[in-house]
T-cell receptor
Framework: NAGVTQTPKFRVLKTGQSMTLLCAQD?????MYWYRQDPGMGLRLIHY???????AKGEVPDGYNVSRLKKQNFLLGLESAAPSQTSVYFC?????????????FGDGTRLSIL | AQSVTQLDSQVPVFEEAPVELRCNYS??????LFWYVQYPNQGLQLLLK??????LVKGINGFEAEFNKSQTSFHLRKPSVHISDTAEYFC?????????????FGAGTRLAVHP
């Protein structure tokens, strides 16, 4: 039972490079989310999706793009990485029933931008 | 707007002692409340949740939390901690906002259990 799987687990980039983080869930959840975690700030929502083919901005969307072409996958892209994007990125999913259902999290991607 | 405040950034405690991690929230609508735990180099795992009903909620690993509407609090407790409880704990409030399941996290409390 994999749950939510994130790849890669670690990555180091140079400023200006691009990359894509992949999130896959096998629970048939409608909603998927991307968060970033920074020390002392908890988790902040970057983008989210309420279903296949839909995406929306969260709290801190600048510098990121997302796509949800398949229900089970949610991709987070950095077009031109900046040092301020050094963080731990978490993907989550939920059935999407209006807040009662908890979100299920992946193990995170640790991203360093030099 | 909803917000969550975790009153302690770090809590040191000795093994087998009781512990309370404090969480206050603000919301103008009915809320659902959660505690998550994050072990080193791992993602967040659900400890417990309050949706409705009994204000005392029991979770995994011997943790429990009490919902207090008048004080807008949702404190997490454990009567006797173990070394393995060393982790970061996040309080979160959820509710419909803009048509989706919005989850607002506190900044986290790092629990350090010492032998």
């Amino acid at each position: 039972n994999a749950g939510v799987t994130q790849t890669p687990k670690f990555r180091v980039l140079k400023t200006g490079q691009s990359m894509t983080l992949l999130c896959a869930q096998d629970m048939n959840h409608e909603y998927m989310y991307w968060y970033r975690q920074d020390p002392g700030m908890g988790l902040r929502l970057i983008h989210y999706s309420v279903g296949e083919g839909t995406t929306a901005k969260g709290e801190v969307p600048d510098g990121y793009n997302v796509s949800r072409l398949k229900k089970q996958n949610f991709l987070l892209g950095l077009e031109s990485a900046a040092p301020s994007q050094t963080s731990v990125y978490f993907c989550a999913s939920s059935p999407g029933t209006g807040g009662r259902q908890p979100q299920h999290f992946g193990d995170g991607t640790r991203l360093s931008i030099l | 707007a909803q917000s969550v405040t975790q009153l302690d950034s770090q809590v040191p405690v000795f093994e087998e002692a009781p512990v309370e991690l404090r969480c206050n929230y603000s919301s103008s609508v009915s809320v659902y409340l959660f505690w998550y735990v994050q072990y080193p180099n791992q993602g967040l795992q659900l400890l417990l949740k309050y949706l409705s009903g009994s204000t005392l909620v029991k979770g995994i690993n011997g943790f429990e939390a009490e919902f207090n509407k008048s004080q807008t609090s949702f404190h997490l407790r454990k009567p006797s901690v173990h070394i393995s409880d060393t982790a970061e704990y996040f309080c979160a409030v959820s509710g419909l906002s803009g048509g989706y399941n919005k989850l607002i996290f506190g900044a986290g409390t790092r629990l350090a259990v010492h032998p």
